[in-house]
């Protein structure tokens, strides 16, 4: 099983809408929990760390259930610059607080 | 704003040779790190280097690959023979200390490519 799954998409939406993203984590152990973002071929950027009750910045939401061990991220009034890929990303209780990412899903904003 | 850069930002090698991927992490962090991605694929973790040593590794990063930071600046990754499979986007990490949600910074990668 993957430590991070997600559904890999693609999301095709209008300009406006809400969108939101799921993802799962296998391992207790993971520690803190983040969605970042990646364009084409471009380095993952973060967009938000995820906290356990739950967090806002701007547009977007994110939401975190440990007991079922789920992230969400919600995407509300979709610009067209929002379309690229969302990766839930998890960090493990170790020393070297590497990141595990999931596969990513892609979201794509139509005008 | 500091940034985390990458050179070469493309690298292309016929199989069976060594390659050298450089990397000048933000100068106060001190935790670094190696990703890769093949194309398609997750982002995934390859090493991790703090106090001058191998904090942690995973399985893709077997006796083909060392890292090192030659002279307090420069983070480098080397791969001695490279293999068809070893074509990706490599993507350098750092970060500042510790905490779980200090973040990681990621320089813009290098695409290797093997031929």
């Known amino acids: 099983r993957k430590e991070v799954e997600q559904d890999p998409g693609p999301f095709n939406v209008p300009e406006g809408a809400t969108v939101a993203f799921n993802c799962t984590y296998s391992?207790?152990?993971?520690?803190?929990f983040f969605w970042y973002r990646q364009d084409c071929r471009k380095e993952p950027k973060l967009l938000m760390s995820?906290?356990?009750s739950g967090n806002e910045d701007g547009r977007f939401t994110a939401q975190l259930n440990r007991a079922s061990q789920y992230i969400s991220l919600l995407i509300r009034d979709s610009k067209l610059s929002d379309s690229a890929t969302y990766l839930c990303?998890?960090?493990?209780?170790?020393?070297?607080?590497?990141?595990?990412f999931g596969s990513g899903t892609r979201l794509l904003v139509r005008p | 704003e500091p940034e985390v850069t990458q050179t070469p930002s493309h690298q292309v090698t016929q199989m069976g040779q060594e390659v050298i991927l450089r990397c000048v992490p933000i100068?106060?962090?001190?935790?670094f790190y190696w990703y890769r991605q093949i194309l398609g694929q997750k982002v995934e973790f390859l090493v991790s280097?703090?106090?001058?040593?191998?904090?942690?590794k995973s399985e893709i990063f077997d006796d083909q690959f060392s890292v090192e930071r030659p002279d307090g600046s420069n983070f480098t990754l080397k791969i001695r023979s490279t293999k068809l499979e070893d074509s990706a986007m490599y993507f350098c990490?750092?970060?500042?200390?510790?905490?779980?949600?200090?973040?990681?910074?990621f320089g813009p990668g290098t695409r290797l490519t093997v031929l």
């Open positions: 990490a750092s970060r500042k200390g510790q905490g779980w949600d200090n973040e990681q910074f």
């Open positions: 391992n207790s152990a993971s520690q803190s």
């Open positions: 995820v906290y356990s």
């Open positions: 990303v998890v960090n493990r209780m170790d020393s070297s607080y590497k990141l595990i």
């Open positions: 100068s106060n962090h001190l935790y």
């Open positions: 280097f703090y106090n001058n040593e191998i904090s942690e």
